[in-house]
């Protein structure tokens, strides 16, 4: 089955204590990208990648971190978290670029206190 | 300012009524695109529409893009419980850039 695959689906971390999460799509998608969703805000893009070693920022980068050494991979690292990093994460892939639409994963729940 | 309003924020119908909300900006875009988010899950994409009064239909659903290329709408017909969802428009700009989107509730 075609698909985008996060995990953990939900986090509870503490502030400061590094952590990673993954994303794995089978499609052999060339576009990645992370978004987090806040009530109110919507969907709002962190990083993306256009391809392997190719990754920039989106509109919110700021306390992310993210690489592509694989096609397939695509994780989101936060290297010293905080609560206001606290959020629903998406990650999503598309076959060439945005114009294609993307496919999202189902999400990860972020707590951090 | 929001480069896309969605309206309305929320809305709750009863089971078998029609309705249709709204993607605005006074921004011109090459396309747009509309998905539906259900509880507990990501976003799923609907449909791309790309030429000025473009219109799409998929079954009770009809996405119809304005003349200008600056707004869409979203009309369902007899809505049914399953419609339930966060419905969501977005443009391509350096990537896709989303509305806050439109909450959704049908009652049966």
């Known amino acids: 089955e075609a698909q985008v695959t996060q995990n953990p689906r939900y986090l509870i971390t503490v502030t400061g204590k590094k952590l990673t999460v993954t994303c794995s799509q089978n499609?052999?998608?060339?576009?990645m990208s992370w978004y987090r969703q806040d009530p109110g805000l919507g969907l709002r893009q962190i990083y993306y990648?256009?391809?392997?070693?190719?990754?920039d920022k989106g509109d919110v980068p700021e306390g992310y971190k993210v690489s592509r050494k694989e096609k397939r991979n695509f994780p989101l690292i936060l290297e010293s978290p905080s609560p206001n990093q606290t959020s629903l994460y998406f990650c999503?892939?598309?076959?060439?670029?945005?114009?294609?639409?993307?496919?999202f994963g189902s999400g990860t729940r972020l707590t951090v206190v | 300012t929001q480069l896309l309003e969605q309206s309305p924020q929320f809305l709750s119908i009863q089971e078998g009524e029609n309705l249709t909300v709204y993607c605005n900006s006074s921004?011109?875009?090459?396309?747009l695109q509309w998905y539906r988010q259900e509880p507990g899950e990501g976003p799923v994409l609907l449909v791309t529409?790309?030429?000025?009064?473009e219109v799409k239909k998929l079954k009770r659903l009809t996405f119809q893009f304005g003349d200008a290329r600056k707004d869409s709408s979203l009309h369902i017909t007899a809505a049914q419980p399953g419609d339930t969802g966060l419905y969501l428009c977005?443009?391509?700009?350096?990537?896709?850039?989303f509305g806050t989107g439109t909450r959704l509730t049908v009652i049966p």
């Open positions: 529409v790309v030429t000025g009064g």
């Open positions: 499609m052999n998608h060339e576009y």
């Open positions: 921004s011109v875009f090459s396309s």
């Open positions: 977005a443009v391509t700009l350096n990537n896709l850039f």
């Open positions: 990648s256009m391809n392997v070693e190719v990754t």
């Open positions: 999503a892939s598309s076959l060439s670029g945005p114009f294609h639409g993307y496919t």
